[in-house]
């Protein structure tokens, strides 16, 4: 079950008094000051911003109903199958802010093979799209008319480097590993229950390398959600973690000696 507001505020309240601060002073792994100093505080106005941010806009306005074929753990916005596409854009879509540091991970680091679980309308896709215009993004998405708007969003911003699969993540991601054997960087943003979260994750295991970053979406939404959290990082293969609250980061940097936890304010 989802946390009610009242929880979620006194977990957000935990996280903040205990999390670092967003400086990076005091950081002892190097990997984790550059992450901080280079890519959470990049606070520069790239291209991208400008072409996404309107689109965002205008999704917001536009209320055009659509059946959502919901394979996770539903909206905590709503109980309905139906839904506007500007509730979705404001309720669904990941924010400017997340959506925004997605992408200057993807293009600091580089990254070319890139894996999103959960489209929505696109917006997040695009900015991993425009992170790294060589690089190519399969993205899985279950609700077909959530898919068509995505579609549509790829076509009015000229994105040509996505792959958009449309299916229960139980059914595709395993198919769409195959055509993506190496992956670099995969945000998980779907079923926000505990057994698929972990599956999804025991899934991408092969697939990984020394470099890869796995980014994992509302990692304290609820008690499913951070137990799945608490086991992943628990995993042998990953060797460091940071969490900021709305989003969870793992690395599987094997300079790491020991595995490290990091909670940081963003």
């Not at 960087?185 to 970053?213: C, M, Q, V, W």
């Not at 990082?233 to 989003?247: G, M, Q, R």
Request: with cysteine; glycine share 4%.
């Amino acid at each position: 079950m989802v946390y009610s507001p009242l929880q979620a505020a006194a977990k957000y309240f935990k996280y903040y008094i205990h999390a670092a601060n967003s400086k990076g002073h005091g950081t002892h792994s190097p990997f984790v000051f550059e992450f901080i100093t280079k890519v959470l505080n990049d606070f520069n106005t790239y291209d991208a911003y400008q072409k996404v941010e309107p689109l965002r806009k205008q999704l917001k306005k536009d209320n055009r109903e659509l059946t959502i074929q919901d394979f996770g753990a539903g909206s905590a916005a709503t109980d309905s199958d139906k839904r506007t596409i500007a509730s979705i854009a404001r309720n669904a879509a990941k924010s400017k802010k997340f959506a925004q540091l997605l992408f200057r991970i993807v293009k600091y680091y580089q990254f070319t093979n890139i894996l999103e679980l959960g489209t929505s309308l696109g917006l997040t896709t695009a900015y991993l799209s425009l992170a790294n215009t060589d690089g190519k993004i399969i993205t899985i998405e279950g609700a077909d008319e959530v898919a068509d708007i995505a579609e549509q969003n790829f076509r009015q911003l000229n994105l040509n480097n996505i792959v958009l699969v449309r299916g229960n993540f139980d059914k595709t991601l395993a198919t769409s590993l195959q055509k993506m054997p190496l992956i670099d960087f995969a945000f998980i943003d779907g079923n926000h229950r505990k057994e698929p979260t972990e599956r999804y994750f025991n899934l991408l295991l092969p697939h990984l390398h020394n470099g890869s970053i796995l980014v994992f979406d509302d990692i304290h939404w609820s008690a499913e959600m951070e137990a799945a959290w608490k086991n992943i990082v628990a995993h042998e293969s990953v060797t460091c973690d940071i969490d900021l609250f709305y989003i969870g980061i793992v690395s599987f940097k094997k300079e790491f000696k020991e595995k490290r936890t990091f909670s940081v304010r963003f």
